[in-house]
């Protein structure tokens, strides 16, 4: 860094390992001092700072309603579905133990991320939660395929299901999980976590009805095959839910960028800022869901006063793009150049190539301001 080189920290982010990036602070970690003046406990990130203290115990309050009905309904589940010999119960019984299981491990890792940082752990345990989301992803697509392997077999030699026990228990578990479903709703649906386990209810909540309209065919028609059918669409379901909640904590896991964000787009937004001639070294992922977190290298042309762009950067990422964890290193273009480096100041777009590189690896595209290539 030289003396006009200028960085931000954030609260709980930190950049990815480069050789160029800046080094991170935590202010939910022990205060650190870098000299005289600089004090990292009461800085701010951001226009008006910002806090994610966790106050999970509204969440973990529906939480464990949505998991009493759960529980308790699936002991009964399981009992008819073995003396009416439905699949379809069976499956939804099992299910709901994923329901359960899910909950469970919900519940856990709210405790885990709520935990301060400390010691190695300078995230904190923040994405416990994700692992658990991608846990809830991975038991839905296990448990699909199995269900689906069942369903399958019991079209090619379908049993007797008793069709009046069947009705009347997915009848009952439709209002169990509208319940549960309605509890989790009430909890942080923005975090993947909490996602994971609405998602077990909801698609438990579509297979209770496809489950009664079996039952209500095998009652009327005694079209038996109507019972491996419903379980199939429940298959179709935790499919769908598995496969969604998989990918989601897989972005966030290999700290791709979140979801509506364009690197490419952001990065040419802050190369426009005034008096910046150059971004690189940008990063942008997210901690855990809903705490999206940026670093970048930014140059600022000679003169310049880089207090203000990093300012104004930072205004320009929480109004715009609502990311207020921001990491900004921030020099002059030129400073300290190498022996034999000639400096060369970009005046406008067409000249911008003239800059010279300010790092030998700058881990991902160049922006500058004007036209250019990614």
Request: charged share 15%; glycine share 10%.
């Amino acid at each position: 860094m030289t003396e006009h080189a200028h960085a931000d920290a954030t609260a709980s982010g930190h950049p990815p390992p480069t050789a160029h990036g800046p080094a991170p602070a935590h202010s939910d970690g022990p205060a650190h001092s870098d000299g005289p003046g600089h004090d990292h406990k009461g800085h701010s990130h951001g226009p008006g700072g910002h806090s994610h203290a966790l106050s999970p115990d509204a969440d973990r309050r529906w939480l464990r309603a949505a998991l009493a009905l759960i529980a308790a309904f699936m002991a009964v589940e399981v009992v008819i579905g073995f003396l009416a010999r439905s699949l379809a119960l069976i499956s939804d019984a099992a299910h709901m133990l994923t329901d359960a299981a899910s909950i469970v491990l919900a519940l856990v890792a709210m405790r885990l991320a709520a935990r301060p940082a400390r010691g190695g752990y300078t995230y904190g345990l923040k994405r416990a939660e994700i692992l658990s989301a991608q846990a809830n992803g991975i038991t839905l697509l296990v448990l699909s395929l199995w269900l689906g392997y069942e369903a399958v077999a019991r079209l090619v030699e379908p049993p007797e299901v008793t069709g009046g026990l069947v009705v009347i228990t997915a009848l009952a578990g439709i209002v169990v999980n509208v319940v549960a479903a309605w509890c989790i709703s009430k909890a942080n649906r923005s975090s993947l976590n909490v996602e994971g386990a609405y998602q077990h209810i909801l698609t438990d909540l579509f297979g209770f009805i496809a489950t009664a309209v079996a039952g209500a065919v095998v009652l009327v028609t005694g079209f038996a095959r109507a019972d491996a059918i419903a379980s199939l669409v429940v298959v179709v379901l935790m499919l769908r839910a598995g496969i969604g909640l998989v990918r989601e904590s897989g972005r966030i896991f290999m700290e791709a960028a979140p979801n509506g964000v364009d690197p490419d787009a952001l990065g040419d937004h802050l190369a426009e800022a005034d008096q910046v001639v150059e971004v690189h070294d940008l990063h942008i992922w997210e901690i855990t869901s809903g705490e999206p977190a940026l670093s970048a290298h930014i140059l600022v042309a000679p003169g310049g006063d880089c207090h203000a762009v990093r300012r104004n950067l930072h205004e320009l990422l929480s109004r715009k793009y609502g990311i207020t964890h921001a990491t900004l290193q921030v020099d002059h273009v030129g400073e300290q150049p190498l022996p034999g480096e000639v400096l060369h100041i970009a005046a406008g777009p067409d000249d911008a190539a003239l800059v010279p590189p300010h790092c030998e690896d700058t881990h991902g595209p160049v922006h500058r301001p004007g036209p250019h290539d990614h």
